[in-house]
Nanobody
Framework: QVQLVESGGGLAQPGGSLRLSCAAS????????MNWARQVAGKGLEWVSG????????YYADSVKGRFTISRDNAKNSVFLQMNSLKPEDTALYYC???????????????WGKGTLVTVSS
């Protein structure tokens, strides 16, 4: 019943930008923190960013801090990841993931989208 559908991936040049979107349904979106995570081919998952249920606080992995911005629009049940100053090492499959709670405490993520591929290459 829970659905998370990512979009916005594609090819970008180093130093370029992409904006990822995640459309959520099947749950009370505004009650849950949301996250972005990524997986580089052949490697494990890396948590990228998270946002509190009402958008009042955001969190970033050191690897993307200062370059990526997470945001959400609860009226549209959507979460976004604005990626600027892209680097080749940002190339990965990016997943939108629902948190188990509102984000005050970490209880893990329970639902994941299928992912959208981001390729950064010259």
């Amino acid at each position: 019943q829970v659905q998370l559908v990512e979009s916005g991936g594609g090819l970008a040049q180093p130093g370029g930008s992409l904006r990822l979107s995640c459309a959520a349904s099947g749950f009370t979106f505004s009650s849950y923190a949301m996250n972005w995570a990524r997986q580089v081919a052949g490697k494990g998952l890396e948590w990228v960013s998270g946002i509190y249920s009402d958008g009042s606080d955001t969190y970033y992995a050191d690897s993307v801090k200062g370059r990526f911005t997470i945001s959400r629009d609860n009226a549209k049940n959507s979460v976004f990841l604005q990626m600027n100053s892209l680097k080749p090492e940002d190339t990965a499959l990016y997943y939108c993931a629902k948190d188990r709670s509102n984000g005050r405490y970490y209880y893990g993520m329970d639902y994941w989208g299928k992912g959208t591929l981001v390729t950064v290459s010259s």
